[in-house]
Nanobody, 128 residues
């Protein structure tokens, strides 16, 4: 079974930075896959933030473009989300998600929650 474990959340001042990590276990990096970061506020739906494919194609939500960067280190089986210039509206629980293999025809990894079938437990980010 694939397991995802997020870390790196915390409290930060407006304009600050955080780097989230998602350690993956049991994940087949040799095949096609998508890894994504999502966030969710209490009582709201889960919003896609960024995603990355096996070949490194990255997709970002408009709300984080230019501020957040997703990356992966396959040697460490880890995907990262570098978050800069943080705003109060970035306060949320952040989740790592995965799907492997990907669906036929995908040219980039989607930011829709329903596309992913494996989720981590989440890490809280608070910006104030």
């Amino acid at each position: 079974d694939v397991q995802l474990v997020e870390s790196g959340g915390g409290s930060v001042q407006v304009g600050g930075s955080l780097r989230l990590s998602c350690a993956t276990a049991g994940f087949a990096y040799g095949g096609t896959f998508c890894l994504g970061w999502f966030r969710q506020a209490p009582g709201k739906g889960r919003e896609g933030v960024a995603s990355i494919s096996r070949d490194g194609t990255k997709t970002y939500a408009d709300s984080v473009k230019g501020r957040f960067t997703i990356s992966q280190d396959t040697a460490k089986n880890t995907v990262y989300l570098q978050m800069n210039t943080l705003k109060p509206e970035d306060t949320d629980m952040y989740y790592c998600a995965a799907i492997a293999p990907t669906r036929p025809g995908w040219t980039e990894c989607p930011l829709q929650q329903a596309a992913y079938n494996t989720w981590g437990q989440g890490t809280q980010v608070t910006v104030s």
